[in-house]
């Protein structure tokens, strides 16, 4: 029986190149790879539903679930985690030393609804008494000009978001005093010009979240794999099998960290760095599955809906295909 060949759009990472190079297969499916950045994928996914398998947003995918206009339905595969203590940057001569300084400051983001937004004012609001209507949002490109939201929001009229102009940049507003601070994935240029006074928030940024996964245990997720519900619709089982070849995907990767003989990662230090990180987080560094993150999940839906992303908190189940709720993928395996 001839494979059917589906669109897949992700990052190329470790944990998708098993995918994409072919060494790690979907029974039954050849994929034609479509690899790019986040953005450019996103926007794509949620404008036109151009990919049959995708990398998603996982802030977004919230947003249009919510909505009830979802073209897709969740794989608890999560591609994409990241702490975001690293990503706050702030003008040093505007008293903000703390993040609760941030309160009453105006503040560039990318998109409102991007998931590291989403997670820095959950952090911000729960652990900083910072909330989303005691800061002014200012949305727009940090380094490029008419940049702005990748899906349509309907926020409530008590949260200030504004974009910025259409000549604008984040990274020009700030390196210029116009706003305060900006939270983003990409550092902006600024940054790097001794002549400007912009840093970064927690200097010591590891630190700060090392101990914040130590105080709730997450490990931020970003993107999760999605799949056109159309799709899963008419092969219920595709699902299970995209779980099961990322999930194996996946520990291809983390094994490959470990090996010394020939590293496979260009830091000479790689299989030291794995160890240190298991030591903090644990032998499962990169947890899949939807039981072994429902709590971090759910942080990110409540966070959702007290950002206004959202008309009412939705449960954590409603993101994912049914078939992949009991899935898991623990340490080394994969497994019904």
């Avoid at 996982?58 to 999560?78: C, E, L, N, Q, W």
Wanted: contains cysteine.
């Amino acid at each position: 029986m001839t494979d059917r060949t589906l669109t897949l759009a992700c990052v190329a990472t470790d944990r998708s190149r098993p995918i994409l190079d072919g060494r790690v297969t979907v029974p039954g499916v050849t994929f034609a790879a479509e690899p790019g950045e986040p953005e450019a994928i996103f926007r794509t996914a949620l404008r036109e539903h151009a990919f049959d398998v995708t990398e998603l947003s996982m802030s977004s995918h919230i947003t249009v679930t919510a909505r009830g206009d979802a073209h897709y339905v969740g794989v608890p595969v999560f591609l994409s985690r990241a702490f975001r203590h690293s990503g706050i940057y702030v003008r040093t001569d505007r008293g903000i030393d703390r993040p609760e300084d941030l309160k009453g400051r105006t503040i560039g983001l990318p998109e409102y609804q991007q998931t590291a937004a989403l997670w820095v004012r959950g952090i911000l609001r729960d652990l900083h008494g910072v909330g989303v209507r005691d800061v002014r949002w200012r949305i727009g490109g940090v380094e490029q000009t008419g940049q702005g939201e990748r899906i349509r929001l309907d926020l409530p009229g008590d949260i200030d978001v504004e974009p910025i102009g259409p000549d604008e940049t984040l990274n020009g507003l700030l390196a210029d005093g116009a706003i305060d601070a900006i939270i983003s994935p990409r550092p902006p240029s600024s940054l790097a010009d001794p002549d400007v006074p912009v840093a970064r928030l927690f200097a010591d940024y590891r630190a700060a979240e090392i101990a914040y996964h130590k105080q709730t245990g997450f490990f931020p997720i970003m993107h999760c794999l999605a799949l056109r519900r159309a799709l899963a619709d008419e092969q219920p089982d595709l699902p299970g099998k995209l779980f099961r070849a990322f999930a194996a995907a996946r520990d291809l990767a983390l094994a490959e960290l470990g090996l010394i003989n020939v590293l496979r990662v260009s830091l000479p230090w790689v299989a030291a760095a794995l160890a240190e990180t298991q030591q903090v987080m644990g032998p499962d560094i990169w947890p899949y599955g939807f039981r072994r993150n429902r709590d971090e999940i759910a942080a990110m839906t409540r966070y959702a809906h007290e950002d206004g992303l959202t008309d009412r908190r939705l449960e954590p189940e409603s993101l994912f295909h049914p078939s992949t709720l009991d899935l898991t993928a623990n340490d080394g395996g994969a497994a019904p």
